[in-house]
């Protein structure tokens, strides 16, 4: 199967995407439990977090990917308010302070990588 992505609309790519990564998260290898190293990023992403029965939906928006969504359950809510607490106490980067999270596929923060 080909695609000349440069055909496609907006709304196509996106359904393409979603379809994908779909497709990904049934394929051997699993993606890593361990984040990349080096890493790309985008710089101060719009987010949204509200509450719902599970934990904390947290909804970061990326602007290749769309709207990414995660729900945090309470434990791990915790933890993610202590690390982000911590980093805004330290405020400087070249501590490289890092507190991972028991949260299953994305679970840990790694210094160094690119921002876009």
């Given at each position: 199967m080909?695609?000349?992505?440069?055909?496609?609309?907006?709304?196509?790519?996106?359904?393409?995407?979603?379809?994908?990564?779909?497709?990904?998260?049934?394929l051997?290898?699993?993606?890593?439990?361990?984040?990349?190293?080096?890493?790309?990023?985008?710089?101060?992403?719009?987010?949204?977090?509200?509450?719902?029965?599970?934990?904390?939906?947290?909804?970061?928006?990326?602007?290749?990917l769309?709207?990414?969504?995660?729900?945090?359950?309470?434990?791990?809510?915790?933890?993610?308010?202590?690390?982000?607490?911590?980093?805004a106490?330290?405020?400087?980067?070249?501590?490289?302070?890092?507190?991972?999270?028991?949260?299953?596929?994305?679970d840990?923060?790694?210094?160094?990588?690119?921002?876009?």
């Amino acid at each position: 199967m080909r695609f000349n992505l440069m055909e496609l609309s907006a709304g196509e790519l996106d359904e393409l995407i979603v379809e994908a990564a779909k497709r990904r998260a049934e394929l051997e290898p699993k993606v890593s439990t361990q984040p990349p190293d080096p890493w790309t990023a985008q710089v101060n992403p719009a987010w949204s977090v509200s509450l719902v029965e599970q934990g904390s939906l947290l909804r970061i928006r990326h602007t290749g990917l769309g709207w990414i969504c995660f729900v945090i359950p309470a434990q791990e809510r915790a933890v993610l308010l202590t690390a982000l607490l911590q980093h805004a106490l330290l405020a400087r980067a070249d501590l490289k302070v890092t507190i991972k999270g028991s949260g299953g596929e994305g679970d840990a923060a790694v210094p160094g990588g690119s921002v876009h």
